[in-house]
Structure formats: C-alpha cells, structure tokens
C-alpha cells in the first residue's frame, strides 16, 4: 500500500516549457488536490477534484491546469513554465471521515523555472 | 477570509523540556482542525483531527487541544527525533474538502 505517490520527485524546467506532475493513490479516495508550497506561504490549494470527472479551482490556479484522469490518478500541467511558479509541489487525497476529510499527501515534486 | 496563524515560527527545546505549540484560527464556522507533521524534503504526515471545543487527542508525546480561537500542541519530554516543522489547518463548514493552512512551526529539539 503505497499511499500517495508523485512523479517527478525533481524538475528543472526552462521559462516557457510545459510540463505535466503526475499523482496516484491506492486507498480508494473520492477526493484529490494539488497544493504548492512556499517559504513562508504556508501550503495553497491550486485546484482539486472532489470526485471522480469533476475539478474545482483553488486559491491559486493560474498558469495550471489538472486532469482527473480516472478515481485514482490526478494530474497537473504547467503550459507555459514562469520562474514564479518555481515552488514544492504536493498532491494529497482525502475521504469523508466522521464529517471531516483527513488529507494524506504525497513525498511532493521540487520544480525550479529558469 | 478564513485565516490560520501559528505561533511561534520556530522554537528550539533541549530534549525533556516540554512545550506547547499554538494555532489561532479565525473561520465562520469550524467542521474539523488537523495537526500535520512535516520532515524537511518530505510530504505533511497527519497527526489529529479534532472537531469541537474541549476535545483532546494524544499520540505518544504529542497532545492537541481545541478551543473556540484556538488549538495547542503540546510536546512533553520531546526527544530529537520529535523535531520537524508542525502544520495546523482548519476545514470550514460549507467548503467541502477544502483546508486552509498556517504555516508552521519549526521545531528543533537537541541532545
């Protein structure tokens, strides 16, 4: 049972290029987010999907786009690559717990944007 | 605006000396706080989920309590294995899924 599980673990990416992060889970989880996070910023959700074929946007969603490709994997792409989307990426995925969503998260993507 | 603010940002214990940890939240209506524990290069581990005023939860040396403003974390004989960086976050009524994080406390504990 691997949890959450992100790829790549590291990017180095040209201002411009594209790219797409990869996520999956095994636990069954309706529910899955993407957040990135930076110094002193705390962790900001980017988009999310609440279920299986919907998607919502989050705090911070220009310059992403996300794919939730089927109830276990939830993918985020990057078009046109900016310095400041140089940041950690995490993805997490959760399930209705007593009225609550415990969210399990990922070992996170490092992005760098020359 | 939902907002979350930890206190302090960083916070330095010779092992065995207990402290507390302090999350102050400010939301229209609270459906759960979460406790998260995060290691340098790693993802956030859940720790607790606490869900109304005057509930506590304990796990080994960690104990968190909640209040109508506010949660503490309270480490007692932490050991140097207990330091990481401590993530408090609220899920607000009517949000769904959504949490809103603080950004942490830096906890170092030494020998």
């Known amino acids: 049972n691997a949890g959450v599980t992100q790829t790549p673990k590291f990017q180095v990416l040209k201002t411009g290029q594209s790219m797409t992060l990869q996520c999956a889970q095994d636990m069954n989880h309706n529910s899955m987010y993407w957040y990135r996070q930076d110094p002193g910023m705390g962790l900001r959700l980017i988009y999310y999907s609440a279920s299986e074929g919907t998607t919502d946007k989050g705090e911070v969603p220009n310059g992403y786009n996300v794919s939730r490709l089927n109830k276990r994997e939830f993918s985020l792409r990057l078009e046109s690559a900016a310095p400041s989307q140089t940041s950690v990426y995490f993805c997490a995925s959760s399930e209705l717990v007593t009225g609550t969503y415990e969210q399990y998260f990922g070992p996170g993507t490092r992005l760098t944007v020359t | 605006e939902d907002q979350v603010t930890q206190s302090p940002e960083a916070l330095r214990l010779q092992e065995g000396e207990s402290s507390s940890l302090n999350c102050s939240y400010t939301v229209s209506g609270l459906r759960g706080l979460f406790w998260y524990r995060q290691d340098p290069g790693k993802g956030p581990e859940f720790l607790f989920t606490?869900?109304?005023a005057g509930e506590e939860k304990e796990k080994e040396r960690l104990k968190a309590t909640l209040t109508k403003k506010e949660s503490f974390l309270h480490i007692t004989a932490p050991k140097p294995e207990d330091s990481a960086t401590y993530l408090c976050?609220?899920?607000?009524?009517?949000?769904?899924?959504?949490?809103?994080f603080g950004t942490g406390t830096r906890l170092q504990v030494t020998l």
């Open positions: 606490l869900y109304s």
């Open positions: 976050a609220v899920q607000p009524t009517g949000t769904a899924s959504k949490l809103t």
